[in-house]
């Protein structure tokens, strides 16, 4: 079994900095490409940033040079840094990874259940 827990959301101003993170346990043999998705109400999940197991990244349009993702392989973590928060940016986070549990199984795609950032004065 494989699960994905995020923390560090919460209600910040405008301009203000919050840092998610996301941990994977279990049974895991490697995670290949893990990232940030995030639901605002009433709107589609939406790629925010995405990492490869060897670091490289992707970031929508909307948040590059505000945000930036990060990954430590070592504890199975991923995480965001995010900086300049706007109003618009309020939504509930998800992480996401590519995780195989096996060398002998494909990988599969696994979500955490989210953690909410409100961007309010």
């Known amino acids: 079994q494989v699960q994905l827990v995020e923390s560090g959301g919460g209600l910040v101003q405008p301009g203000g900095s919050l840092r998610l993170s996301c941990a994977a346990s279990?049974?895991?043999?490697?995670?290949?490409?893990m990232g940030w998705y995030r639901q605002a109400p009433g709107e589609q999940r939406e790629l925010v940033a995405a990492i490869t197991s060897g670091g490289s990244t992707n970031y929508a349009d909307s948040v590059k040079g505000r945000f930036t993702i990060s990954r430590d392989n070592a504890k199975n973590q991923v995480y965001l840094q995010m900086n300049s928060l706007k109003p618009e940016d309020t939504a509930v986070y998800h992480c996401?990874?590519?995780?195989?549990?096996?060398?002998?199984?494909?990988?599969?795609?696994?979500w955490g259940q989210g953690t909410q950032v409100t961007v309010s004065s």
């Open positions: 279990g049974s895991i043999f490697s995670i290949n490409a």
């Open positions: 996401n990874a590519d995780i195989r549990r096996s060398a002998y199984w494909p990988s599969y795609t696994y």
